[in-house]
Nanobody, 121 residues
């Protein structure tokens, strides 16, 4: 069983930056693909980014490409999401997830509780 705990969310003005962290415990971290998803009020959960176990592959949603960067530190069992040039439409609860394959679908095995990101205009 893998436990995931996100942190780093908050309120930021448009154009600003935030760095989300997700600390994992209870499993072999490097064996998991890690993903970030987000869910805005009234909308379905959507894919943001994913990274392979040894960080050799990354994948981004078109809406965040060039602004967000996913990374991981396997020594610290932590995955990060650096978010720059934030827009009001980035406002959502952000979730990290762990699973065996890299996919844009929410079919990951483990999920964190989420962290709120609010971008003011």
């Amino acid at each position: 069983q893998v436990q995931l705990v996100e942190s780093g969310g908050g309120l930021v003005q448009a154009g600003g930056s935030l760095r989300l962290s997700c600390a994992a415990s209870g499993g072999t971290f490097r064996s998991y693909v890690m993903g970030w998803f987000r869910q805005a009020p009234g909308k379905e959960r959507e894919f943001v980014a994913a990274i392979s176990g040894y960080a050799t592959m990354t994948y981004y949603a078109d809406s965040v490409k060039g602004r967000f960067t996913i990374s991981r530190d396997n020594a610290k069992n932590t995955v990060y999401l650096q978010m720059n040039s934030l827009k009001p439409e980035d406002t959502a609860v952000y979730y990290c997830a762990a699973g065996p394959i890299m996919t844009m679908s929410p079919g990951y095995d483990y999920w964190g509780q989420g962290t709120q990101v609010t971008v003011s205009s």
